[in-house]
Every structure is written in structure tokens, then in C-alpha cells.
């Protein structure tokens, strides 16, 4: 039973680059989630999926973020001319329709822009 | 935003005693979710609680959703090294779950 998977684990960029990170979700899960984790905080949301659909952003996701779930399955979060402020662990989860809440969560890429 | 508000902020413990930490809210929700998370690692689901009222057991741990619906705590008996960690009490209300700041916690041998 495989759990939620994230690549790269690890991203150290210069600013102003663009990065591409990638999430699969556990098999038979229809909901994706994507999460920011800073140092000392909890982690927070930043949109969801139901199957291909994105059915909800926050407003920390700024117009240089952009996710992607083109096929219902795996996820892209990309961030454009990345800034040092966009250093964080992002997180993916993933959970079953009427999961009641529960969601599972994959390692995490760790982003670090110089 | 809506926080939750979680204490303590850390723990220094013997291995062997018992610990116990709680998350409150200003508002009421339907479900209770507790994590922990390893450094450089996610968060990892311990425990869910659905009810007012709700114990629930996993293992050493035992969580409990308070009756106002606006608080849960989260005991760890007979703690170990390993139990060392960042735990963290999450809501769900909507789709999208609402973390607090956690309690990280250190066993000390």
C-alpha cells in the first residue's frame, strides 16, 4: 500500500527561477491537497482538487503559483519567478471522498530560494 | 485567519512519564484530527475524532474531542525516544484543515 509520493524532496533554486513540483496521491484517492509549511508553524492550505477540478484556492496562493491535475491523478505545483519568501516545505495530501477530514500526507519538497 | 491555539509549545520529558497537550478553538467543528511530524518529513495522521465527547485510543495515545466541540487534548503514556516529534491538532471544518502551531516534544532517555 503506497503512500503519497513527492518529487524532488529537496529544491534549492536562484530567484527568479521557476520550479516544478510534483505529488502522487495515494491510488484511489479523489482529493488533492497542497500545503505550505514554514519553520515554526503549522502547516497551510494553499488549494485543492476534486479528480481533475481545482475547487479551491487561498489567497496565499499568489498569481505566481500555479497547480495543475490534468488527469485526475498525479499534481504540478509550479512557482514563477520564485522569491526567498517562497522558501517552505510545500506538502501534498491526499484523501477519499467523504473521508470525513482525514488526510494523508507525503514527505514534502523542501524549496529553498537564495 | 482561523487559528487554533495549541499548548505547550514544547516539552522536555524523562522516557517513561506521561504527556499531555491540548489544542483549543473560538468556534465549533465537526472533526478533530491529531499529527505528528518528524523533521525534514510530513505530518503523519495519529488519531481522528468525529464526536463530541469521543475518546479514542491508538495504542499509547488517546485523544479526546472536548464537549463544546471547541477543544481536544492528546495524551502519550509511558513515552519512548521515539515519541520525540512535533504534534500537531488540525479542524476540519471544510475541505481544507486548519493546523496549529504543534508541541514539540523531547524524550529524554
Known amino acids: 500500500d503506497t503512500g503519497v509520493s513527492q518529487n524532488p524532496r529537496h529544491k534549492i533554486t536562484k530567484r527568479g527561477q521557476n520550479v516544478t513540483f510534483r505529488c502522487d496521491p495515494i491510488?484511489?484517492?479523489?482529493?488533492l491537497y497542497w500545503y505550505r509549511q514554514t519553520l515554526g508553524q503549522g502547516p497551510e492550505f494553499l488549494t485543492y482538487?476534486?479528480?481533475?477540478?481545482?475547487?479551491?484556492k487561498s489567497r496565499l496562493l499568489s498569481d505566481r503559483f500555479s497547480a495543475e491535475r490534468p488527469k485526475g491523478s498525479f499534481s504540478t505545483l509550479e512557482i514563477q519567478r520564485t522569491e526567498q519568501g517562497d522558501s517552505a516545505m510545500y506538502l501534498c495530501?491526499?484523501?477519499?471522498?467523504?473521508?470525513?477530514?482525514?488526510?494523508?500526507f507525503g514527505p514534502g519538497t523542501r524549496l529553498t530560494v537564495l | 485567519g482561523q487559528q487554533l491555539n495549541q499548548s505547550p509549545q514544547s516539552m522536555f520529558i524523562q522516557e517513561g512519564e506521561d504527556v499531555s497537550m491540548n489544542c483549543t478553538s473560538s468556534?465549533?467543528?465537526?472533526?478533530w484530527l491529531w499529527y505528528k511530524q518528524d523533521p525534514g518529513e510530513g505530518p503523519v495522521l495519529l488519531i481522528a475524532?468525529?464526536?463530541?465527547?469521543e475518546l479514542t485510543s491508538n495504542g499509547r495515545l488517546t485523544a479526546q474531542f472536548g464537549i463544546t466541540r471547541k477543544d481536544s487534548f492528546l495524551n502519550i503514556s509511558a513515552s519512548i525516544p521515539s515519541d520525540v516529534g512535533i504534534y500537531f491538532c488540525?479542524?476540519?471544518?471544510?475541505?481544507?484543515?486548519?493546523f496549529g502551531k504543534g508541541t514539540k516534544l523531547t524524550v529524554n532517555p
Open positions: 495530501a491526499s484523501s477519499r471522498d467523504r473521508a470525513r477530514g482525514e488526510q494523508f
Open positions: 491510488s484511489e484517492h479523489n482529493r
Open positions: 482538487f476534486q479528480n481533475e477540478a481545482q475547487l479551491e
Open positions: 468556534s465549533i467543528f465537526n472533526t
Open positions: 475524532l468525529y464526536k463530541a465527547g
Open positions: 488540525a479542524r476540519s471544518g471544510s475541505e481544507k484543515l486548519v
